[in-house]
């Protein structure tokens, strides 16, 4: 399912923006764009992804900027700074004209030192933004599902309408058949039987019952949104019912004799591949 989220976090230690985007696939697929010294992060937010869907492929990119007036802080090490210009004085005092530069005394190894950054502490928050961002990105898959949802009850409700419609022509299509079996019969000029008459009727009423295909139909139309009503992860339990859906619209249509009965499984055909390009998007 389509979806897409964008959460941007601001800190002392600088900047970070996470988005989070998918595209339609059977199943689920991720892919991560990460600065490198957040690479650790990747197996992480892969097992989040694994728990929190289950179809899409999936883009997840972290930009990552440090705050470099905060990093360039030095701290002195004010013990050793002091030891330092004592000894300094103490060269002097023992005869060396010479000064003592400070930037010397803070050349010296260990009297300065830059703050180093608290990665630990950055990837908790960087976790924690990004959990809210996939909260975002679910909600709006979760809104776009809604939209989807209501575009398949339609489709339920039009198949629906097609299998009344098959329903109420049946009595007139028999009759209709019936007399063009006994029109052949006095067109040839055969004598007619009665009972071969009625073998003939029977023979049609079997090919061509179609009660228990619509029925079935039915019976779809009403499971399927049982499976839309219920919510969550339905993707595959809808494939199930597709394939559900065209088996009986393929024998509705392969039992027909009558034109307005094969154009209702062309329709119900129709409306199953329209409902099926839909649920390729449903996680």
Request: hydrophobic letters at 40%.
């Amino acid at each position: 399912m389509t979806g897409f989220a964008r959460r941007e976090l601001k800190a002392e230690w600088g900047t970070a923006v996470w988005e989070i985007r998918s595209v339609n696939q059977r199943y689920l697929e991720t892919f991560y764009r990460l600065p490198e010294q957040f690479r650790s992060l990747e197996p992480v937010l892969r097992e989040k992804f694994r728990k929190a869907l289950q179809r899409g492929k999936v883009e997840c990119a972290l930009r990552f900027t440090l705050n470099e007036a905060n990093v360039s802080q030095l701290s002195i090490n004010e013990d050793l700074a002091k030891q330092v210009l004592q000894a300094a004085q103490w060269v002097q005092d023992s005869g060396d004209t010479a000064k003592t530069d400070p930037i010397d005394v803070l050349r010296w190894p260990g009297v300065m030192a830059a703050q180093e950054t608290d990665t630990d502490a950055i990837q908790a928050e960087l976790l924690k933004s990004f959990e809210a961002t996939l909260k975002d990105f679910i909600n709006a898959r979760a809104s776009e599902g809604e939209n989807m949802k209501q575009l398949i009850e339609q489709r339920l409700d039009a198949i629906q309408a097609q299998a009344a419609s098959v329903e109420a022509q049946m009595p007139a299509v028999l009759e209709w058949q019936k007399e063009r079996i006994l029109n052949k019969f006095t067109e040839a000029k055969i004598e007619l039987d009665a009972n071969r008459v009625e073998q003939e009727m029977i023979i049609m009423a079997q090919k061509s019952d179609v009660a228990e295909e619509l029925d079935r139909l039915k019976s779809h139309v009403s499971e399927t949104k049982s499976i839309l009503k219920k919510g969550g992860a339905v993707g595959r339990r809808l494939d199930f019912m597709m394939q559900e859906f065209n088996r009986e619209a393929n024998t509705l249509g392969s039992k027909s004799i009558n034109a307005d009965v094969t154009q209702s499984a062309v329709e119900l055909k129709v409306l199953i591949e329209q409902m099926r390009e839909q649920i390729q998007n449903i996680e």
